[in-house]
Structure formats: C-alpha cells, structure tokens
C-alpha cells in the first residue's frame, strides 16, 4: 500500500483490490497471499512473532485506547503476529469487535500446539484457491 493509507479512502478497510492505495507490486502480493511477507522485518526486528492476534492500533476500532474495554485491551499484552488464529478462523468476513473476541480466545489458549495448528491452516489458505480480500 502506499504510505499512510490508513488516513485516506476507506481507512483500513480494503473493499476489493481495485483499491487505489494498493501499489502494482502490492496487487501481485495479495494476489498471490503472500502481501503479510514484508512484515518478516518486522519478525527478524523482534518487534512481531510469525503466530498471534493481528496487530491492534489504538485509534481503531475504538478512538484511543483509553476506549477499548478491558477485554479488548488483552490484544496489547501478546506479541502480534503475522499470522492468527482470527486470520485463519474468518479471514476478513468478520467484524473488529468478532476479531478481538478471537484474537483474545488465542492469547487466553495460547500454548505450542495452537500455534502449530495456526501455521498448518495458513499454509493450507496460501492454496486454497478461493478468492479473498485483506
């Protein structure tokens, strides 16, 4: 995506990939399901994991984090991933408030064998044929 596209057009929602914030090489990234690969950064840095909740930002879905109810604030203690439990039960065909709800089910669960599960049913999409938007 291009530079700060969360503050433009639909935020950061992305309606379908004729979104004009997604660059050329951005297209063929989601296209192919592989548009999370530049966070492997972000992994090596140590400043994300390969498995957890999906990475929050204060100012959404609640303006500040003041806002988030407490249950909601879970998503802060855990390392995000760039891959998770949320992403691989509903993709984007759920609300922030069903995702949060998820992504704390997986820190409250966390353990090992979730993760691997977590990692074989993200290989799995990678194939699966079926149409997505991020």
């Known amino acids: 995506m291009v530079d700060k596209a969360e503050y433009f057009g639909d935020g950061l929602i992305i309606k379908d990939g004729n979104d004009c914030r997604i660059t050329k090489v951005g297209k063929i990234l989601r296209r192919m399901s592989l548009d999370e690969l530049p966070q492997l950064f972000n992994v090596l840095k140590g400043d994300m994991s390969f498995i957890g909740p999906r990475p929050p930002v204060v100012y959404h879905p609640y303006d500040g984090y003041v806002n988030y109810s407490d249950f909601a604030k879970k998503r802060f203690e855990m390392r995000p991933g760039i891959t998770g439990l949320a992403q691989v039960r509903m993709r984007n065909s759920a609300t922030w408030d069903e995702r949060i709800k998820v992504d704390v ?21 990678l194939f699966n044929k079926e149409e997505f938007t991020s």
Request: glycine fraction near 0%; hydrophobic fraction near 55%; avoid cysteine.
């Open 105 to 125: 089910e997986y820190i409250d669960n966390f353990s090992l064998l979730l993760d691997i599960k977590i990692l074989f049913l993200t290989i799995f999409s």
